[in-house]
């Protein structure tokens, strides 16, 4: 029975081989068992590494340094006279960089409660076609605010420690195919100061996100995160809420802008989950927008040497 | 008995192979440019695994690319190509079939550097487009280079080009080919 299959091999293949024509040649190509069988990485899950105002699982490449400026505005429902909130604005400038692909850092400064915050984005897992079914991202930030202290009664200390707040996400997304996207992110952030020792210091939210393509430059995001604790929580005496924010992703060459809507005129995770004090029932939302460029700054390496010396 | 079925097939595939005069590779390199004359930055890229097989005999020959194997100095600009562009998760190749028209004038058993015509179907974007290329062969031993570069017109394979970058994009890109290849 062996002899008689290997007989077979070798007949077909003599056979195919003698009527090769270039139909077949491409053939050859696609069954030829020297190519590396590499699974293909599903890419673009996102079109920023923002969904609007949480992180998206895109990651900077590597050698890529990117711009981001931030704005939000003040409330829509302060009127016409303060022509719907846009005579004030927070911004937040910040600093990316792709150190690798998989492993993005960055540093930013947010007027709004005057804070610097630091963070990195470590991607774990990457989604691929016929492969591993989702991108799995680690975010982690710490940030300071740097307000003046506040006068204390005697006896009592103020802390630097006072100032930080920690935040830790996890990035679960998936692309469903080419125009939808969704991402949930289960949200840990430590706050070492708050308002009442009744609050837990820690708040605990899921997140969700995701976006739908409009067109090829265009796409529609939304985001949401859920308070698992901490629902009461009060930020500077005043009640809290979740964090909701529907954008607009357009893309240009080297720009993505995203304008949005969202009750958080935070843009910090710790400011927009947990001590969001605005809400979209009374039409307190804050219009805004990110506007990202991107720098290449460690070119790839098929680009490093000069492109006029190749000879081909 | 397994082993000896191993070299059978093994001697039979190399047989046939050497019949009929077939060379591969998968490293065959293809960089293209669409840098319209007032863009201020390059638009180039280039790929190295490019798979090429020629058949010495008849003069048959195909390109097989994978499109997201193109590589951009810009990564946002690589983004935009596979996902704007050339909408590399519908096509993911780009491939030519094809012949050597004047086999006549081309011996692959003698060194010397030929001008060659081949001609065939170029497949990209999707769409599929009867072409005429001149170009180079270089025989030397059994070692064969082929060279070629030759214009794409962009609109003649779907590809569209949005008014923004207009003035960034050529509306033909040149396509330069070389591909080395070794008779084993």
């Not at chain 1, 699982?57 to 009127?79: E, K």
């Not at chain 1, 707040?165 to 998936?174: C, K, M, T």
């Amino acid at each position: 029975m062996n002899k008689f299959t290997s007989l077979l091999i070798a007949l077909s293949c003599s056979v195919s081989a003698a009527f090769a024509q270039s139909n077949d040649l491409m053939d050859m190509l696609d069954k030829d068992g020297s190519k590396p069988k590499k699974k293909e990485e599903v890419t673009a899950t996102f079109k920023a590494t923002r969904i609007i105002n949480g992180s998206s699982v895109q990651n900077l490449a590597a050698g890529v340094l990117d711009f981001r400026i931030s704005h939000r505005f003040g409330r829509l429902d302060q009127g016409l006279e303060n022509f719907l909130g846009l005579d004030n604005a927070t911004t937040k400038i910040g600093l990316d960089y792709g150190v690798t692909d998989w492993l993005m850092i960055g540093l930013a400064h947010s007027a709004y409660n005057k804070e610097n915050e630091g963070f990195m984005k470590v991607r774990l897992l990457k989604q691929k076609k016929q492969g591993t079914p989702i991108t799995l991202t680690y975010f982690g930030s710490t940030s300071i605010q740097t307000m003046t202290a506040p006068t204390l009664a005697a006896g009592q200390e103020w802390y630097f420690t006072n100032r930080m707040y920690f935040s830790n996400q996890l990035l679960v997304a998936r692309k469903l195919n080419d125009n939808i996207s969704l991402q949930l992110m289960p949200t840990l952030i430590h706050y070492n100061l708050v308002d009442s020792t009744k609050f837990s210091n820690n708040t605990f939210a899921v997140g969700v996100g995701g976006r739908i393509k409009l067109s090829k430059r265009l796409a529609l995001t939304g985001e949401y995160f859920y308070r698992l604790n901490n629902t009461d929580l009060l930020f500077n005496g005043q009640r809290t809420y979740n964090a909701l924010a529907l954008g607009l992703d357009i893309e240009t060459g080297g720009h993505v802008f995203q304008l949005l809507f969202s009750n958080s005129p935070g843009m910090t995770e710790r400011t927009f989950v947990g001590q969001t004090t605005d809400t979209w029932e009374k039409g307190a939302i804050h219009f805004g927008f990110n506007v990202s460029r991107v720098f290449t700054v460690v070119k790839p390496k098929e680009f490093r040497k000069s492109a006029e010396k190749k000879e081909w | 008995m397994k082993k000896f079925i191993i070299a059978l097939s093994i001697l039979t595939i190399g047989a046939n192979t050497g019949f009929a005069q077939k060379v591969m590779t998968r490293t065959a390199k293809i960089s293209f440019t669409a840098t319209a004359a007032s863009s201020p930055e390059k638009i180039d890229a280039i790929n190295n695994e490019v798979a090429n097989i020629v058949d010495t005999k008849t003069g048959d020959l195909v390109f097989q690319v994978l499109v997201k194997s193109f590589k951009f100095e810009r990564a946002l600009m690589q983004e935009h190509f596979n996902e704007n562009y050339m909408e590399s998760d519908k096509f993911p190749k780009a491939e030519f079939k094809g012949a050597i028209a004047n086999m006549a004038d081309v011996n692959f058993t003698k060194d010397g550097t030929y001008n060659a015509k081949v001609g065939g179907k170029l497949t990209i974007h999707g769409v599929t487009n009867d072409v005429s290329v001149p170009g180079t062969i270089t025989v030397k031993g059994n070692s064969y280079t082929l060279k070629a570069k030759f214009p794409v017109t962009l609109a003649d394979y779907k590809i569209a080009i949005p008014g923004v970058v207009a003035d960034k994009i050529n509306k033909v890109a040149t396509i330069t080919l070389e591909s080395n290849l070794t008779q084993k």
